[in-house]
């Protein structure tokens, strides 16, 4: 049974006041806070079996590596990835794509063609133009129509013998909009041999993921939008493809050999995780996956749901309101401008100073702001957490922004 309260009661962090009014906290595709059983696991983690893992015969270091590979594990089953070795830990989503990117650079050409859609983040748009830099490649960027769609014929006229990469978000951090990438996935397998990536950091938190179903030759998420601690994600990788590929950094643990004379590489996964990991933040990682899974993700979804379409429709009922991709099938964000108000920093801090938590600006999204010729949104994103008595504080907050900024 789905019990908003007894869900709320997990996370202490909204017991907190903000400027003497109760925390509302509406910032969750940019990060979502935690449950204490994640910051218990965390704090287990360093108090009681800190120690480095896969390095140490000795009693802590191998309950740690324990730990960890059991999230990996957890993590493997929650995407539904075939083996654990596909589940590579990383820093976050930002860290997988500039792997993934780095790692295909021997794969492309001059004048191979990447193709990217209008509404991705900036961090799935700079590292292909640098790959682009690196190898002669192009550019190419599916565009959308007025409510934030994408144009999916014009997919159809841009793939070809060219098309080496596809990379393309699941979910808009800016507009929430839910990309259909089983189609563009379907359209990229029957017209070309590009690898496929996708960009699950809004999707993750939000929705059942099986990669084997989606047929993606990358995933990547990060764990702190998804209740996880920061400097957490997963890059998500075929077997055949991760082995044919060279490592991404150098260093500890991805080595199986090391001399002056060359080194050979560790098996998967270790060979792209070089180095020391975060092993506190990819066990809580499981932990968050745990969490999760308790209460439902079919329970969170529809929650989160019933959120975004009370919030439309609630902030709707003002004169003066635009949403961007209104129309589009969306989830978790609702993304909105005051007529007649220039700068939507003026509205979150007004919001704020109410103990509304929003985000403003351009979302790491300027090509999207661009395309609809504003400098930026105001956007209110939900978690499992959220319930409606703060939607109707967010929409008091914004009729009072209107009257003072009018």
Known sequence: MF??????????ILDQK???KPLVYLDNAATSQKPDSVLDVWTQYYKEINANVHRGIHTLSQLATEEMELSRRKIQKFINAKHDYEVIFTKGTTEGLNLIAYILTQELKKDDEIIISYLEHHSNIVPWQLLCERTGAKLRVIPIDENGILQLDILDEFLSEKTKVVSVNHVSNALGIVNPIEQIIEKTRKNTDAYIVIDGAQSAPHFVIDVQKMDCDFYVFSGHKMYAPMGTGILYGKENILEELPPFHGG??????????GT?????????????????GNIALGAAVDFILKVGQQNIQNHENALLEYAQRKLLELDGI??????????????????????????????????IAVRTGH?????IMSFFNIAGTVRASFAVYNDFNEIDLLVEGVKKAQRMLS
């Open 322 to 355: 635009k949403i961007y991709g209104e129309k589009a099938n969306r989830t978790g964000v609702v993304s909105f401008n005051l007529e007649g108000v220039g700068i939507a920093s003026d509205v979150g801090m007004i919001l704020d100073k109410l103990g």
């Open 3 to 12: 019990d908003i309260q007894e869900i709320r009661s997990q996370f202490s």
């Open 252 to 261: 500890g643990e991805m080595i199986a050999t090391c001399s002056f004379d």
């Open 264 to 280: 050979t590489y560790a098996p998967l996964p270790f060979k792209y995780e070089a180095g020391t990991p975060n092993v506190g």
């Open 18 to 20: 903000v400027n003497g």
């Open 363 to 367: 979302h790491c999204t300027q090509p």
